[in-house]
Structures are given as C-alpha cells and as structure tokens.
T-cell receptor, first 113, second 112 residues
Framework: DTAVSQTPKYLVTQMGNDKSIKCEQN?????MYWYKQDSKKFLKIMFS???????INETVPNRFSPKSPDKAHLNLHINSLELGDSAVYFCASSQTRYGYGYTFGSGTRLTVV | GENVEQHPSTLSVQEGDSAVIKCTYS??????FPWYKQELGKRPQLIID?????GEKKDQRIAVTLNKTAKHFSLHITETQPEDSAVYFCAASIRGNTPLVFGKGTRLSVIA
C-alpha cells in the first residue's frame, strides 16, 4: 500500500519526444511537489501544487508543465525532451504548506538519448 | 529565497565512531528543519526533524541541534554502523509559502 507512487520507474526516450510521469498519493496530503535530482544528487524543487495554487521555480523551463486532475494526483509533462533533462524525478507530498510530513515517491529515472 | 549550505560533501568514519553533518540557512523566517537519508537507488526518507521552538531533538543514535541565532543546524549520528552509509540531506522550510529547500547532500561512508 504505497503512500506516494510514481510511474514509470524508468523512462528511456529520444531527444525531441514528449513524455509524462504520473504521481499519486493516498495520504490525504494537500500539497504535492516535483523535485529533480541530478547526477550530483542535488535535489531541486521544480513545482509545488496546493489547492489549485501552483508555485513554479523560475529556473524550470516552460517545457515542463505539472497537471493536477485532483488533490491526490500531480503529473509531470515534459515537451521536446533534451539531453540535459536526464535525471531522477521525485514526486513528494506533504500535509501542509510548511512541509511537515514530507513523503517522497520512489522516483523516475529519465534517460534522454 | 532560502539558501541551504551543507558540509561536508563526503564523510568517512570508522564503524562505531560518531558522524556530524552541518547545515546553515539564510532566511531567519525558516522554522522547520528535517533531515533525509537516501540509500543508493532509493527515495529520500525522513529520519528526524526539528522545529524552531526546540534546540535539540534525539531519536536513539540520531540527534539534531538547532542554533537559530547563528542559523545553523547539525545532524549527529553516534555509534555508526555500516547500514548508516548513505547520502544525507538537510532541508529548511520558510514559514508559509515555499517548499523545502535542500542542502546538496553529504555522502557518509561507514567503514567496517
């Protein structure tokens, strides 16, 4: 009974393609996030989404777009994939906007070739 | 925005010794400071956290201290074991509107 689940776990795709990563949480949390972890293990916030309020990290290219059909889901759509997009993407959720009770998904390793 | 610095980036200790990882943050409004452990190929997992109304918190072999005046906090692991080997991340949350900002991580190796 996974608390925060992501699919797929691995994604290999060619440059220029469009792909999506799905995230679902069953914790009843009201905020969800996407983080990017690069090869140096640095965890960088991309987006947070709380009650229809989207907070975007200004360094994220607009090729990345989050989509939230409901409070339990926050999907990540990426257009025109580039080599530099290769990383592990983690979804996370928390109970409040203060970050208490942060839980991460298992990650999606994206490889762009 | 908030900036979190973490040191050292790598740390090797002998089994049974103590390990200390230090973090500093920039925004005095931050009030929540968690620590995460990430084993190879796995997700980061919360191991301990501290809030600004407390100076120290302990959970078995792990303790965290917070100095709000100096804006730094530290993770202390005593009696280290090989299974403590992992990457450890500190993080800080600004009161209200922003998600956790993470330090760049410390790769801890416990040598048996």
């Amino acid at each position: 009974d996974t608390a925060v689940s992501q699919t797929p776990k691995y994604l290999v795709t060619q440059m220029g393609n469009d792909k999506s990563i799905k995230c679902e949480q069953n914790l009843g949390h009201d905020t969800m996030y996407w983080y990017k972890q690069d090869s140096k293990k640095f965890l960088k916030i991309m987006f947070s989404y709380n009650n229809k309020e989207l907070i975007i990290n200004e360094t994220v290219p607009n090729r990345f777009s989050p989509k939230s059909p409901d409070k339990a889901h926050l999907n990540l759509h990426i257009n025109s994939l580039e080599l530099g997009d290769s990383a592990v993407y983690f979804c996370a959720s928390s109970q409040t906007r203060y970050g208490y009770g942060y839980t991460f998904g298992s990650g999606t390793r994206l490889t762009v070739v | 925005g908030e900036n979190v610095e973490q040191h050292p980036s790598t740390l090797s200790v002998q089994e049974g010794d103590s390990a200390v990882i230090k973090c500093t943050y920039s925004d005095s409004a931050s009030n929540y400071f968690p620590w995460y452990k990430q084993e190879l190929g796995k997700r980061p997992q919360l191991i301990i956290d501290i809030r600004s109304n407390v100076g120290e918190k302990k959970d078995q072999r792990i303790a965290v201290t917070l100095n709000k005046t100096a804006k730094h906090f530290s993770l202390h692991i005593t009696e280290t074991q090989p299974e403590d080997s992992a990457v450890y991340f500190c993080a800080a949350s600004i009161r209200g509107n922003t998600p956790l900002v993470f330090g760049k991580g410390t790769r801890l190796s416990v040598i048996a």
